[in-house]
T-cell receptor, first 113, second 116 residues
């Protein structure tokens, strides 16, 4: 069965600093990979996804993630944090051809002024 | 932008009672889903629904759970006899096409179910 591990349930960075949220997956074959964001009192919103092709994918709000097969990782980055980035971030995988998503436990990102 | 809407935002019920969580998916979407998140735990897949039948379900989705699309707009999750451990945030989602890779899932804001 596929699983997702997000390292760090809480990450705190200063405004303008680099954001790095870590995600590792376990799967016998490369799955499809996703990052979702949840702002307070809202649903989950897709940030970006990797299915095939270029391993560096760009998403909304200046975020990007790189699929590294050798490291089974799909870390999320943003060069310069903004106060509005404060939210909970979820990494998820989907077996190829399947409908369901398997989520990590989430990382709460706090931005310090 | 079209949204998935869920009602109510918070539901409190007594153990053993039946509860129905309601969702209105995006109008041109054909695939519907329920996920849940117990406080402090991961978001978990419950069930997917297409063409008026369940297409996939998890081991969590036992006989106490059922889903229905009673009309052209609503998608409901029923829990027949709630247990304390059913307390969670329940998310409805919909997508235009099947397969999470084909089209993204659009999630509602969730219904927080509290079983006392």
């Amino acid at each position: 069965a596929q699983s997702v591990t997000q390292l760090g349930s809480h990450v705190s960075v200063s405004e303008g600093a680099l954001v790095l949220l870590r995600c590792n997956y376990s799967s016998s074959v490369p799955p499809y990979l996703f990052w979702y964001v949840q702002y307070p009192n809202q649903g989950l919103q897709l940030l970006l996804k990797y299915t095939t092709g270029a391993t560096l994918v760009k998403g909304i709000n200046g975020f990007e993630a790189e699929f590294k097969k050798s490291e089974t990782s799909f870390h999320l980055t943003k060069p310069s944090a903004h106060m509005s980035d404060a939210a909970e971030y979820f990494c998820a995988v989907s077996p190829q051809g399947a409908q369901k998503l398997v989520f990590g436990q989430g990382t709460r990102l706090t931005i310090n002024p | 932008e079209p949204e998935v809407t869920q009602t109510p935002s918070h539901q409190v019920t007594q153990m053993g009672q039946e509860v129905i969580l309601r969702c209105v998916p995006i109008s041109n979407h054909l695939y519907f889903y329920w996920y849940r998140q117990i406080l402090g735990q991961k978001v978990e897949f419950l069930v997917s629904f297409y063409n008026n039948e369940i297409s996939e379900k998890s081991e969590i989705f036992d006989d106490q759970f059922s889903v229905e699309r009673p009309d052209g707009s609503n998608f409901t999750l029923k829990i027949r006899s709630t247990k304390l451990e059913d307390s969670a945030m329940y998310f409805c989602a919909s997508s235009e096409q099947g397969g999470s890779y084909n089209s993204p899932l659009h999630f509602g804001n969730g219904t927080r179910l509290t079983v006392t």
